[in-house]
């Protein structure tokens, strides 16, 4: 048996310096690295910055000039979804398309037959689900910003190849050409899935169309944000209280607090437009209640969390909207 400084993990002795633990290999760092490398690369390509910039021009004064159509904030999810629809949409085509793979991977008749057979009814199917996929998901486009617009740019085209692939395939099928048709199905899933993946990271690492305020809580008690001399009436006034940013905002003597950071993308609201009791985000012309916090106007489909105010001693104070429990009074009196 080894004595006690043999043992892995005791620190070394007097003098003798500890061995630096091993440098990860290349490898294994490309192995945790490679998909923010992939989107890092995507965004350095030239002529995907200039047909994100061409096609910015051009839809977003439509965007603008019809954001109060209802069928426009339809699209987008809406107040009345409470989320994004495209995401749901997309799951439509993706799983018909699978459909396709394992029909085909089924049928073991080798006779070429034209027309349309079971796995061409499910192409089919997915091609007019990826139309009304894809309208939503430009729409969702037109409402997104900087790298995620370039990347999410990209998950389009992807997604439109797809779409051809799998209209070709369609074609071929009915033409009678079966192994044609089964490779460019295959092809059409292969593409699918890397725009699905780039769809992904949109979401999941960097937050697109997602709830901005979901875990906005604090602060926990009430806390002075900001002397009642310092808000004049009808002067959105931005303020942080415990790391939490609020708009402060007074109309007609009465005091409305609002988190201050867009529900839909971040936006400042203290730097968008008031009218009456309404509040409209400067970044995509989401609208808010003062008084409540509901959406009346989308891109966003969350409503804006209310804070609590009161004043004191000549200070306006805030709470969260989960105030700090309160401890048991045999607590409270003991020294």
């Not at 390509?45 to 096609?55: A, M, N």
């Not at 001399?229 to 009808?234: G, R, T």
């Not at 002067?235 to 905002?249: H, K, N, W």
């Not at 730097?271 to 209640?289: D, I, M, N, Q, S």
Request: glycine share 12%; with cysteine; aromatic share 4%.
């Amino acid at each position: 048996m080894g004595t006690g400084s043999d043992q892995a993990g005791d620190p070394p002795a007097a003098g003798q310096q500890a061995e630096p633990p091993p440098a990860s290999t290349p490898a294994a760092t490309r192995l945790v690295t490679w998909h923010g490398d992939l989107v890092a690369s995507l965004d350095r390509l030239g002529w995907l910055r200039t047909l994100s910039d061409w096609l910015t021009g051009a839809l977003e004064p439509v965007r603008e000039r019809h954001q109060d159509n209802l069928v426009l904030e339809l699209l987008h999810g809406g107040r009345w979804a409470g989320h994004p629809i495209h995401p749901a949409l997309s799951d439509l085509p993706i799983g018909l398309w699978t459909g396709v793979l394992v029909l085909d991977a089924a049928d073991r008749d080798p006779a070429p037959r034209r027309g349309i057979d079971p796995a061409g009814v499910l192409s089919a199917a997915g091609i007019l689900a990826s139309v009304a996929t894809a309208v939503t998901g430009l729409t969702d486009w037109t409402v997104s910003n900087d790298e995620d617009r370039r990347v999410g740019l990209m998950h389009g085209l992807l997604n439109t190849a797809a779409l051809g692939l799998q209209g070709a395939s369609l074609g071929s099928r009915m033409a009678g050409h079966r192994s044609t048709a089964r490779a460019l199905a295959a092809a059409s899933f292969t593409v699918t899935a890397g725009a699905g993946y780039l769809g992904g990271h949109l979401v999941f690492s960097k937050g697109v169309m997602v709830n901005r305020v979901a875990w906005a809580i604090g602060p926990r008690r009430w806390t002075r944000a900001l002397q009642e001399a310092d808000l004049p009436d009808d002067t959105p006034t931005a303020v942080e209280a415990e790391g939490r940013q609020i708009m402060l905002y007074r109309h007609h003597g009465t005091l409305y607090a609002l988190d201050n950071v867009c529900s839909h993308a971040g936006g400042l609201l203290s730097r968008g437009t008031f009218t009456g009791l309404t509040v409209t985000c400067p970044l995509h012309g989401a609208r808010f209640g003062l008084a409540d916090g509901r959406v009346g106007r989308g891109p966003a489909n969350q409503p804006q969390p209310v804070l609590p105010t009161r004043i004191r001693n000549g200070w306006i104070e805030v709470r969260g909207s989960l105030p700090a429990p309160r401890r048991p009074a045999k607590e409270r009196t003991q020294p």
